[in-house]
């Protein structure tokens, strides 16, 4: 079955690829993330994936382009006004992300997609969950879900042997001065 991964970062990818190896899925990667900000953290986590699909010989389609107008329209709304509810802003970014990985694996001829957002438990499961099958159901692609959180731990020890960056805050610059 092919499946289409979205990518939020290398680490989480380690864990999320170990985690569904075994089920014997044709994975891509697929790293869309305009929420990611700022343009130096969002190139880093690009060669951290490439190092990773380079380190697994792992397929990846990988969107450059650094867009935090698209993040800031969809995420903040019109009004330019940021969400401070962090339930609010994170569905939207999941939305978001979700609906160029669904379009992308529709267009594709991928059977599925995923995300590995699944694997943090420091992300909003529920809602991902949600935005997910909401994505499915809009573009006729089936959201392969399963609850990666176990698998966090092996995220960490493989990016540290991988020598993978690791990031600190989701990639959102309203995460990143919640954390300040």
């Not at 329209?73 to 940021?82: D, L, N, P």
Request: aromatic content about 12%.
């Amino acid at each position: 079955m092919k499946l289409l991964l979205h990518v939020c970062c290398a680490p989480c990818l380690s864990g999320t690829h170990r985690a569904l190896e075994a089920e014997a899925f044709d994975i891509t990667g697929f790293f869309y993330n305009p929420n990611i900000h700022p343009q130096v953290e969002h190139k880093k986590r690009i060669g951290a994936l490439i190092s990773y699909c380079r380190q697994k010989d792992m397929k990846a389609l990988i969107i450059e382009k650094f867009n935090m107008e698209i993040f800031k329209k969809e995420v903040e709304g019109r009004s330019g006004r940021a969400y401070r509810q962090a339930g609010d802003r994170c569905v939207n970014c999941y939305r978001l992300r979700l609906k160029r990985t669904a379009y992308c694996a529709k267009k594709n001829g991928f059977d599925s997609f995923s995300t590995t957002l699944l694997l943090s438990p420091y992300q909003k499961h529920e809602l991902i969950k949600q935005a997910g099958e909401e994505m499915a159901s809009e573009y006729g692609v089936r959201f392969y879900y399963k609850d990666l959180r176990p698998f966090y731990k092996d995220s960490i020890a493989i990016s540290k042997i991988l020598g993978l960056y690791r990031q600190k805050y989701c990639g959102c610059y309203l995460s990143r001065s919640d954390r300040a």
